[in-house]
């Protein structure tokens, strides 16, 4: 594609390899913001408040009773449906928030629950 455009492929290469360096740059500094803006939900022990739906497939806003606000989706398909039926007889706290390969991750617990609840957090808060 890189001749169809009349550009050279070296030169193509380079700019994937940087463009690609810049996207992990931001990502990391994404998910340094959002961690630092979980850290005082993770230590206060915060409970989700309010699930709402987000113009993106799978992607949800997540209100805690705080104030703080963040986007994300589940780990896997489903996540976020069990996360919403779970809210409605329990309280559900994070219990961490650690960096991964594939992003920021929450671990969401609540009583009777055996294992956390994973999701990956997609950013802060925004406008629709």
Same mark, same amino acid.
């Given at each position: ?10 030169? &193509? &290469?380079?700019?994937? &390899? ?7 740059? =931001? ?8 961690? @630092? ?19 993106? $497939?799978?992607?949800? $806003? ?12 589940? &780990?896997? @398909? ?15 706290? =994070?219990?961490?928030?650690?960096? @991964? ?28």
């Amino acid at each position: 594609m890189a001749r169809e455009l009349g550009v050279d492929p070296d030169d &193509a &290469a380079e700019l994937d &390899a940087r463009f690609a360096a810049a996207s992990e740059d =931001v990502a990391t500094s994404r998910d340094e913001i959002v961690a @630092a803006r979980m850290a005082p939900v993770v230590r206060r022990r915060v409970p989700v408040r309010v699930l709402e739906p987000m113009p993106a $497939r799978g992607t949800t $806003r997540i209100r805690f009773a705080d104030g703080t606000t963040i986007l994300a989706r589940g &780990a896997m @398909a489903g996540d976020l449906g069990v996360l919403a039926a779970v809210m409605r007889e329990h309280s559900v706290r =994070v219990t961490s928030c650690a960096r @991964a390969p594939d992003g920021l991750h929450l671990a969401l617990d609540w009583t009777g629950r055996s294992r956390p609840l994973d999701l990956v957090v997609t950013g802060l808060d925004q406008p629709d």
